[in-house]
């Protein structure tokens, strides 16, 4: 059974810059071709300002030693005070 003529076209419109298949054709490759040294750069230099953000922070957090942090009890600690009191609040 062959499909009609109509189930045969393409859903998609072609556009003159891809081949039958898909792939670029010469004029998109000569169309992005100015553009191409222009975006690797700035390809490069984002990917450079992303990476030295990220190492700047990994080393502002080792030198920092938290010690203003405060820290939540511990759970034994907590079941320990609550042992001895009358508050029934908390579970062991």
């Known amino acids: 059974m062959y499909p009609t003529r109509r189930l045969a076209m ?20 000569r169309a992005r071709s100015p553009y191409l040294v222009k975006n690797a750069l700035t ?5 450079g300002f992303v990476i030295s953000i990220y190492v700047y922070t990994i080393k502002a957090i080792k030198s920092d030693d ?20 009358s508050n029934t609040g908390l579970r062991p």
């Open 66 to 85: 938290f010690a203003e942090a405060a820290l939540p009890p511990k759970k034994e600690d907590i079941l320990r005070d609550t042992k001895g009191s």
């Open 10 to 29: 393409p859903i998609i419109k072609r556009s003159s810059y891809y081949n039958p298949d898909y792939r670029q054709g010469q004029s998109l490759i």
């Open 43 to 47: 390809g490069v230099a984002l990917m």
